[in-house]
């Protein structure tokens, strides 16, 4: 696979020099320096390394550098706006949300394409469109309290 | 107020030692006139290692280092700046169970001073006091009281300094938010500026007094964890996310199976990859890279053939930790209504998987490592390991533990920490060891695998008569029965493990309360009894019948049922925590599986330092519990994890959790136990006897259902 030479990580254009093969997540953690995006098991099974590109939510540790493109790409780092936190963010920090915290960054950035696609979603849909990001912490009850807070902040929820 | 020199700083010490619970024997880090110096000015509170004074009261052995009664090691505790910011120095490590928070609780309750004002230093070799590490559900209990012994100690001293500066009587002082104030004239005075610009050291006195947790404010409430927004912008950097100028990123050559031995090797091709160096020291075989990718690639270039042995298969393990064969299952019933019943319970290795993997940065300089890794040992690491793999002195590393991806027990030792090391040894450049998921399975430690045979005799009277408890190989943790039972008798028989084991969340005591709970469950099922009324026959124990009756009202235990759910509860003491556990399960009777539903958990741990975070580690262990409890296993056969991805260890997901509720049974008129891992113990029993309950079928073996339950028939 060709050379990347540029990639678009949360609205600045990044110059480097990375095989395409390589996954966006090494390239992303090691060459830019870019660390919130986890690495937890290399295969696409917990989701620790969920970000955007285009919005669409990808596994950047299975996802070929060379295969992005000029597409914008979104990590945790870019959710933040004027220093305003995603209501989703903020929802995790009055839900308490995290224990560790490892895999706040995936589950965040799941979450947030899902209150885009469903912005008023059921515990059923949550359970159903997260159930491929791990916390081992355990802390499903309280994330899934805090994609609801934020649906709800977002203006999404219905009740 | 004591102006201090070196030598008044030694008077002060000797009658000291008892209050602190550190053990013997560290190494000496800094002579006084240098540690003070640089400490720089502001009020210090600091205690001296229990080395020469403690050795004699615990009798312990230990290296000595200067004499008897002549302490030259000191510990800073807190710092308070001259800009009014306290900073407490504890070698415990956060893992995720908000220690960060509670022990700043700790401190600001004491002072008092607001949260914001506090900072924390945690697990830093060279900043720290010594700590054993961070295990064994210690931290509230014993570091936790510690600090509010330092918070107390310099809350008295800037009482003093106050007392000097307006010359007034000390009495007349109070000290609140921060601020000493003077009441009767509306003065008050910031700590930074009544500490500022002096050199002062307090030492930790045996008659300071804390506040009763009876009229705590800040301890006892939900404060929210200290650096929550760091971690919802991706902005803390764990171990694995550190970086250092130069720095390449390393990884080592696994043989194929435990015990495997290189027999020839060939770099050629991986040595010839651009950017890549290989190292070899012995059968030591790594690489480093410019991206962990890299690194990666070149290492599977590696041609390696390895001398291997036969090794034991799964199916011959719950034989072989016994040492043959167990006495036959039986239940027998007596003339006079009473029981006697004969099981055998088993419980699979499983995997900790923290989602971050065993991590480090490596870096020397002249002569000195300094590492990042994500540890709950770093003093461990650093004097065993360290100087072990280096033959240096412990003064030549330094261990720094960044607050980390989770742990579970799983990282108490250094490996990747040492790995990271070499390989930046050999390249003379920062080296990042991230362990990959597949390493994380294979190269860690597990928790034990165990078997355990139970023999017991209830009466028609439902009181437990006698109790005959063996555990083979899984440990000694929460093996006591907390019931009132005569002459109870139990025992842990140590087996040679084929599979590298430790410690995992609550020890044993998992595995000890599922067989318990389970043959207890029984006992009451074989004489018609209620389960819980069955044990609250069987329990004195006041704390623990509380939390019984307490779970059992939220949980609305002997309320309406619904139709193809099954209850089940079992109880618990460990670690100074007392727990109920109630657990509703269904049982799809087409598919077979398996699911909870809901979990209630009562739990009493003393006085709550803060009850959101408490409920947070009840919740979780509950989850995490479950995973055991139900499908984790290690598969392994010959000497391999045959198993060691996510895709085939199945952990519990959002799909898998109940609802959970944590009722709180807040003991201000106790201290404070530690609550990290007891709330584990009861979830395996309570899912297992709901299952039961629901099918009929008792389930003897953790995991219970991996593959849900099989249809009659």
């Given at each position: 696979m060709p050379?990347?030479?540029?990639?678009?990580?949360?609205?600045v254009?990044?110059?480097?020099?990375?095989?395409?093969?390589?996954?966006?997540?090494?390239?992303?953690?090691?060459?830019?320096?870019?660390?919130?995006?986890?690495?937890?098991?290399?295969?696409?099974?917990?989701?620790?390394?969920?970000?955007?590109?285009?919005?669409?939510?990808?596994?950047?540790?299975?996802?070929?550098?060379?295969?992005?493109?000029?597409?914008?790409?979104?990590?945790?780092?870019?959710?933040e706006?004027?220093g305003?936190?995603?209501?989703?963010?903020?929802?995790?920090?009055?839900?308490?949300?995290?224990?560790?915290?490892?895999?706040t960054?995936?589950?965040?950035?799941?979450?947030?394409?899902?209150l885009?696609?469903?912005?008023?979603?059921?515990?059923?849909?949550?359970?159903?469109?997260?159930d491929g990001?791990?916390?081992?912490?355990?802390?499903?009850?309280?994330?899934?309290?805090?994609?609801?807070?934020?649906?709800k902040?977002?203006?999404?929820?219905r009740? | 107020?004591?102006?201090v020199?070196?030598?008044?700083?030694?008077?002060?010490?000797p009658?000291?030692y008892?209050?602190?619970r550190?053990?013997?024997?560290?190494?000496?880090?800094?002579?006084?006139?240098?540690?003070?110096?640089?400490?720089?000015?502001?009020?210090?509170?600091?205690?001296?290692?229990?080395?020469?004074?403690?050795?004699?009261?615990?009798?312990?052995?230990?290296?000595?280092?200067?004499?008897?009664?002549?302490?030259?090691?000191?510990?800073?505790?807190?710092?308070?700046?001259?800009?009014?910011?306290?900073?407490?120095?504890?070698?415990?490590?956060?893992?995720?169970?908000?220690?960060r928070?509670?022990?700043?609780?700790?401190?600001?309750?004491?002072?008092?001073?607001?949260?914001?004002s506090?900072?924390?230093?945690?697990?830093?070799?060279?900043?720290?006091?010594?700590?054993?590490?961070?295990?064994?559900?210690?931290?509230?209990?014993?570091?936790?009281?510690?600090?509010?012994?330092?918070?107390?100690?310099?809350?008295?001293?800037?009482?003093?300094?106050?007392?000097?500066?307006?010359?007034?009587?000390?009495?007349?002082?109070?000290a609140?938010?921060?601020?000493?104030?003077?009441?009767?004239?509306?003065?008050?005075?910031?700590?930074?500026?009544?500490?500022?610009?002096?050199?002062?050291?307090?030492?930790?006195?045996?008659?300071?007094v804390?506040?009763?947790?009876?009229?705590?404010?800040?301890?006892?409430?939900?404060?929210p964890?200290?650096?929550?927004?760091?971690?919802?912008?991706?902005?803390?950097?764990?171990?694995?996310?550190m970086?250092?100028?130069?720095?390449?990123?390393?990884?080592?050559?696994?043989p194929?199976?435990?015990?495997?031995?290189?027999?020839?090797?060939?770099?050629?091709?991986a040595?010839?990859?651009?950017?890549?160096?290989?190292?070899?020291?012995?059968?030591?075989?790594?690489v480093?890279?410019?991206?962990?990718?890299e690194?990666s690639?070149?290492v599977?270039?590696?041609?390696?053939?390895?001398?291997?042995h036969?090794?034991?298969?799964?199916?011959?393990?719950?034989?072989?930790?016994?040492?043959?064969?167990?006495?036959?299952?039986?239940?027998?019933?007596?003339?006079?209504?009473?029981?006697?019943?004969?099981?055998?319970?088993?419980?699979?290795?499983?995997?900790?998987?923290p989602?971050?993997?065993?991590?480090?940065?490596?870096?020397?300089?002249?002569?000195?490592?300094?590492?990042?890794?994500?540890?709950?040992?770093?003093?461990?690491?650093?004097?065993?390991?360290?100087?072990?793999?280096?033959?240096?002195?412990?003064?030549?590393?330094?261990?720094?533990?960044?607050?980390?991806?989770?742990?579970?027990?799983?990282?108490?030792?250094?490996?990747?920490?040492?790995e990271?090391?070499?390989?930046?040894?050999?390249?003379?450049?920062?080296?990042?060891?991230?362990?990959?998921?597949?390493?994380?399975?294979?190269?860690?430690?597990?928790?034990?695998?165990?078997?355990?045979?139970?023999?017991?005799?209830?009466?028609?009277?439902?009181?437990?008569?006698?109790?005959?408890?063996?555990?083979?190989?899984?440990?000694?943790?929460?093996?006591?029965?907390?019931?009132?039972?005569?002459?109870?008798?139990?025992?842990?028989?140590?087996?040679?493990?084929?599979?590298?084991?430790?410690?995992?969340r609550s020890?044993?005591?998992?595995?000890?309360?599922?067989?318990?709970?389970s043959h207890?469950?029984?006992?009451?099922g074989?004489?018609?009894?209620?389960?819980?009324?069955?044990?609250?026959?069987?329990?004195?124990?006041?704390?623990?019948?509380?939390?019984?009756e307490?779970?059992?009202?939220?949980?609305?235990?002997?309320?309406?049922?619904?139709?193809?759910?099954g209850?089940?509860?079992?109880?618990?003491?460990?670690?100074?925590?007392?727990?109920?556990?109630?657990?509703?399960?269904?049982?799809?009777?087409?598919?077979g599986?398996v699911?909870?539903v809901?979990?209630?958990?009562?739990?009493?741990?003393?006085?709550?330092?803060?009850?959101?975070h408490?409920?947070?580690?009840?919740?979780?262990?509950?989850v995490?519990?479950?995973?055991?409890?139900?499908f984790?296993?290690?598969?392994?056969?010959?000497?391999?994890?045959?198993?060691?991805?996510?895709?085939?260890?199945?952990?519990?997901?959002?799909?898998?959790?109940?609802?959970?509720?944590?009722?709180?049974?807040?003991?201000?008129?106790?201290?404070?136990?530690?609550?990290?891992?007891?709330?584990?113990?009861?979830i395996a029993?309570?899912?297992?006897?709901?299952?039961?309950?629901?099918?009929?079928?008792?389930?003897?073996?953790?995991?219970l259902?991996?593959?849900?339950?099989?249809r009659?028939?």
């Amino acid at each position: 696979m060709p050379v990347v030479s540029e990639l678009n990580v949360n609205g600045v254009r990044h110059p480097l020099h990375a095989d395409g093969d390589r996954p966006l997540l090494s390239v992303l953690r090691d060459d830019l320096g870019i660390t919130g995006t986890k690495f937890g098991c290399g295969e696409g099974q917990c989701g620790a390394c969920t970000v955007h590109v285009e919005g669409v939510p990808i596994r950047s540790c299975l996802t070929p550098v060379g295969a992005i493109g000029p597409q914008r790409i979104t990590t945790i780092e870019g959710l933040e706006k004027d220093g305003r936190l995603h209501p989703l963010q903020q929802a995790f920090l009055d839900e308490g949300a995290m224990q560790c915290a490892y895999c706040t960054s995936g589950m965040i950035m799941s979450g947030v394409v899902l209150l885009a696609k469903n912005p008023d979603p059921t515990d059923e849909e949550i359970v159903r469109f997260m159930d491929g990001n791990i916390c081992r912490c355990g802390v499903y009850p309280r994330i899934l309290g805090a994609i609801k807070r934020a649906a709800k902040a977002m203006g999404g929820a219905r009740t | 107020m004591t102006k201090v020199t070196s030598s008044s700083v030694q008077e002060l010490y000797p009658e000291q030692y008892e209050l602190f619970r550190l053990p013997a024997g560290r190494p000496v880090r800094f002579r006084r006139r240098e540690f003070l110096k640089l400490l720089g000015t502001g009020l210090v509170v600091l205690c001296v290692s229990p080395r020469a004074g403690a050795q004699a009261e615990s009798g312990g052995g230990g290296r000595r280092r200067g004499g008897q009664g002549r302490p030259t090691n000191l510990d800073a505790w807190l710092k308070v700046e001259p800009d009014g910011t306290v900073t407490f120095f504890t070698g415990k490590a956060e893992v995720g169970q908000n220690i960060r928070t509670s022990l700043t609780q700790a401190v600001a309750e004491e002072l008092p001073a607001p949260i914001g004002s506090i900072r924390a230093v945690m697990a830093d070799t060279d900043l720290t006091p010594y700590d054993m590490g961070t295990f064994g559900s210690r931290s509230t209990p014993d570091m936790g009281l510690q600090l509010r012994r330092v918070a107390a100690t310099a809350r008295e001293a800037l009482l003093d300094l106050a007392a000097a500066h307006w010359s007034v009587d000390r009495a007349s002082l109070s000290a609140a938010d921060g601020k000493v104030v003077h009441s009767a004239s509306g003065r008050s005075v910031g700590f930074g500026e009544l500490a500022a610009g002096r050199q002062l050291v307090r030492t930790i006195s045996a008659e300071t007094v804390l506040r009763p947790a009876t009229q705590w404010r800040i301890a006892g409430t939900s404060v929210p964890k200290v650096d929550a927004r760091e971690f919802v912008t991706g902005g803390h950097r764990y171990a694995s996310d550190m970086a250092l100028p130069g720095m390449l990123f390393g990884r080592v050559l696994r043989p194929p199976s435990y015990g495997a031995t290189l027999d020839s090797l060939d770099t050629a091709r991986a040595g010839a990859m651009p950017g890549v160096r290989v190292v070899r020291d012995g059968d030591f075989v790594g690489v480093v890279a410019p991206s962990s990718h890299e690194a990666s690639r070149a290492v599977a270039a590696i041609g390696a053939t390895w001398k291997t042995h036969a090794q034991m298969s799964e199916s011959e393990l719950f034989r072989a930790l016994r040492g043959g064969d167990g006495p036959p299952d039986g239940l027998v019933r007596e003339a006079d209504g009473g029981i006697t019943l004969r099981r055998t319970y088993t419980m699979a290795y499983i995997a900790h998987v923290p989602l971050e993997p065993r991590a480090a940065v490596a870096a020397w300089k002249d002569g000195k490592l300094t590492v990042w890794t994500g540890s709950q040992r770093p003093f461990g690491i650093r004097d065993e390991e360290m100087t072990a793999a280096f033959g240096l002195a412990p003064e030549r590393f330094r261990v720094i533990v960044p607050d980390t991806g989770s742990g579970y027990g799983g990282k108490h030792t250094g490996l990747a920490a040492i790995e990271a090391a070499r390989l930046s040894r050999a390249v003379d450049r920062p080296v990042k060891m991230v362990w990959s998921r597949e390493e994380e399975f294979t190269w860690a430690y597990l928790r034990p695998a165990g078997v355990i045979d139970v023999a017991s005799r209830a009466g028609a009277d439902g009181r437990i008569a006698s109790w005959d408890f063996h555990n083979y190989n899984s440990g000694n943790a929460g093996i006591e029965p907390p019931y009132a039972i005569p002459g109870p008798k139990t025992q842990f028989h140590r087996s040679d493990s084929p599979l590298p084991q430790g410690s995992y969340r609550s020890l044993a005591a998992a595995a000890n309360h599922f067989a318990r709970e389970s043959h207890v469950d029984e006992l009451a099922g074989e004489l018609k009894l209620d389960p819980l009324e069955f044990r609250l026959r069987n329990i004195e124990n006041p704390r623990l019948r509380d939390v019984a009756e307490a779970g059992a009202r939220a949980f609305g235990w002997g309320g309406p049922r619904t139709a193809g759910r099954g209850r089940g509860m079992a109880v618990g003491v460990d670690k100074g925590g007392h727990v109920a556990t109630f657990a509703e399960v269904a049982v799809d009777a087409e598919s077979g599986r398996v699911g909870a539903v809901r979990v209630v958990q009562a739990f009493d741990c003393g006085a709550v330092v803060n009850p959101d975070h408490l409920k947070l580690q009840l919740e979780g262990a509950v989850v995490q519990g479950l995973g055991g409890a139900l499908f984790e296993a290690i598969h392994f056969g010959n000497g391999q994890i045959v198993n060691p991805h996510l895709s085939a260890y199945r952990v519990p997901r959002f799909s898998d959790a109940p609802q959970v509720e944590i009722v709180l049974v807040d003991r201000r008129d106790l201290p404070s136990a530690g609550a990290g891992e007891t709330g584990l113990v009861g979830i395996a029993p309570a899912l297992g006897n709901a299952i039961c309950d629901a099918t009929g079928v008792r389930l003897r073996s953790m995991p219970l259902v991996p593959d849900g339950m099989r249809r009659p028939g």
